[in-house]
């Protein structure tokens, strides 16, 4: 079967960093995406890994290991906005997306 | 950067009505568009694949009878929930892709029904 497995909460300072991990099995990989989502309202993309390495986009940043079928997203300087869901998907042989039931990332002052 | 518009984002319907969900994609043309259903503190959940001039693909157990799907233009999706119930009162988002092997997905607002 597929599986996404990622934590279901963390709990970070504001200011500092966190790094939310996704592990996955699927049928193909072509592809993986982070998703932020905020309570009562829809996804909105982060960042997308198709190739091993570490895409560094302002505090955020994601990082794919396809040998390993692993993924993080870094967050650095965390704000009190960023408290969030972060969601792992991806995109299976057959370009269906596979997601993970999403990280509650909650930020303390 | 690419713009997927849903309407409306609230409705709040009578039991045995039906309620019409538009999802645009406004400023590309998307031959696939991809309807899922949030249960609360649940991952989204893809119901249907709407195509282009064809008829949706649902996925396993969603009753395809009760949720109609109609992809008229490349832009335009639609779904209708048909003789709605309270336990359909769910968040329903739409997506849509770019064409390019590698697209992200952009989705829509969402759309908060409550059947009462």
């Known amino acids: 079967g597929q599986n996404i497995d990622q934590p279901t909460e963390m709990t970070a300072t504001e200011g500092a960093i966190v790094q939310i991990n996704c592990t996955y099995q699927?049928?193909?990989?072509?592809?993986l995406f982070w998703y932020q989502q905020h309570a009562g309202e829809a996804p909105t993309f982060l960042s997308y890994?198709?190739l091993d390495g570490l895409e560094e986009k302002g505090r955020f940043s994601s990082f794919l290991s396809r040998s390993k079928g692993y993924s993080y997203l870094l967050l650095k300087e965390l704000q009190m906005k960023d408290s969030a869901s972060y969601l792992c998907?991806?995109?299976?042989?057959?370009?269906?997306?596979?997601w993970g039931a999403g990280t509650k990332l909650i930020i303390k002052p | 950067g690419a713009v997927v518009s849903q309407h409306p984002s609230r409705v709040i319907c009578k039991s045995g009505t039906s309620v019409k969900i538009e999802c645009r994609s406004l400023?590309?043309?998307?031959?696939?568009m991809f309807w899922y259903r949030q249960f609360p503190k649940k991952s989204l959940m893809l119901m249907a694949t709407?195509?282009?001039?064809?008829?949706?693909?649902?996925e396993q157990g969603v009753e395809k009878d009760k949720f109609l799907i109609n992809h008229a233009s490349l832009t335009l999706s639609t779904l209708t929930v048909t003789s709605a119930h309270p336990e359909d009162s769910s968040f329903y988002i739409c997506?849509?892709?770019?064409?390019?092997?590698?697209?992200?997905?952009?989705f829509g607002n969402g759309t908060r029904l409550t059947v009462t």
């Open positions: 997506s849509a892709r770019p064409t390019g092997e590698y697209s992200p997905l952009h």
């Open positions: 400023d590309f043309q998307a031959t696939t």
């Open positions: 709407s195509n282009e001039g064809s008829k949706a693909t649902y």
């Open positions: 699927t049928s193909g990989f072509n592809g």
């Open positions: 890994n198709v």
């Open positions: 998907a991806v995109v299976d042989s057959n370009y269906q997306l596979i």
